[in-house]
């Protein structure tokens, strides 16, 4: 069976064969893997490191060379607390400390296969740490674009990688309206947001939990800002339920801050219609997305799996980063809403319970 190809999910129009663009030229839509990932447990290659052993679900050619810095196969530890036994799946310990690395790996050396030699890209901070981090190991030319108010510890990762680091002042989306003036002039947009391609990475953490935990979970706790990480893991979920077809795939449980939560007024139900949410300021920076490319996407794949949207108050992000720390777990505020939701619905999740902490305390500051 061929991978499913990508196309605009609005006019239908395919990726091209050449050129890079981020979104369709002949409507402007957002770009997206038509049909479902395919997954073989007879392909997995157990010579390939970390994520690269799931290659076959990537959907990339043969002749596409790996982009690796030894991401993937982030330890899920136990804890009991709350009364429960619950499992932690660290992705935070990934090269750059965050989530991102999975789909920055793949997206990158697809990028390289195209002959990329310069990107741009616009992030809170993670997603321009990671590609930055994977563009100098591609031997790739990147220019990440972040808002002033990003963590220091970020800023100087992505320097520290090579990357020209541009600080616009203003809210996220005003960083975005920079880099895409920038893109509109010729250079590769390697946007996380818009990019297809690194859907099938953050598939791998699905794939991961599944041998981790020995079945599928119960349900699965993510922090969602653009829900690229959530709509991986539902999409990886989904191809594993379709080979082990006695298994529905866990109850996918969103969270967002309260501040920035469009996702969950779109799941809220306000006419299935996403509006721009208010970009309040927020300690879980990794999340303040005021209009996700991928809403309607995201959406769809948390009612799929009988799932539910979350947001978090501001009062409750330290105290649960704090508890996490207590544990043993340093992670950065956009990681803590997900323990913050925990304690509110715990009592309604089947287990096993598995808890996606997305980037390292490391980073915040």
Known sequence: MDYPGVFCSNCGEPYPNAHVPYCCSICGGVYDF???FLFDPTKIDHSEPGIWRFRHTFGLSPEVVPVSLGEGDTPLLWVKALGREIALKCDYLNPSGSFKD????????????????????DSSGNAGASLAAYAARAGIKTRIF??????????RQIEAYGAELFPIPGSRSDVTKAVRKVSDN????????YSPFNLPGYASAAYEIFEQVGKMPGAVVVPAGQGGLLLGLARGFDALRKVYNNDP????????ARACAPLWALWAGRDGVMEPATEDGTLAEGVRVPNPVRGEAVRSA???????????????????????????????PTSAIAWATLIRVIDKLPDPIVVVLTGSGLKYG
Do not use: N
């Open 146 to 155: 972040i808002p002033e108010y990003a963590s220091g510890p970020k800023r």
């Open 34 to 36: 038509r049909g479902s």
């Open 302 to 332: 948390v009612l799929a799996s009988r799932g539910i949207m979350c947001v978090v108050d501001e009062k409750d992000i330290m105290p649960a980063r704090d508890a996490l720390a207590r544990l043993g777990f340093y992670v950065e």
């Open 186 to 193: 010729g250079t590769v947009y390697a946007s996380h947001a």
């Open 249 to 256: 795939i866990p109850l996918i449980i969103g969270v967002q």
């Open 102 to 121: 999975r789909g920055s790996a793949v997206m990158t050396a697809w990028l390289r296969s195209r002959g990329v030699t310069e990107v741009v890209e």
